[in-house]
């Protein structure tokens, strides 16, 4: 979880936080309760950003969304051991 929380410390995100207190550190989208894995998620099931906006009453910022997606390109690069 550590690496989670320098992803976004590290970059300086505007949108997208790493907050233990918020979604138990999670990357979420700043502001609401949305993990960023929850937009990509909704995405991935073929969602447009309308809908998604629609699905959880107009909380997600739209500009949000290119943070989100270079957060979790930088996830998916990373070098993961499996113990």
């Not at 910022?61 to 997606?69: I, K, V």
Request: hydrophobic share 50%; net charge negative; charged share 25%.
């Amino acid at each position: 979880m550590a690496e989670l929380i320098l992803v976004a410390q590290d970059k300086n995100y505007r949108w997208i936080v790493a907050d233990p207190d918020l979604l138990g550190g999670k990357l979420a989208v700043r502001g609401t309760r949305l993990s960023v894995a929850l937009i990509l998620e909704c995405l991935s099931s073929g969602m447009t950003i309308e809908e998604i906006d629609e699905a959880f009453d107009r909380t997600f910022p739209r500009e949000a969304l290119p943070e989100a997606l270079g957060a979790a390109a930088e996830l998916a690069d990373s070098v993961h051991v499996a113990a």
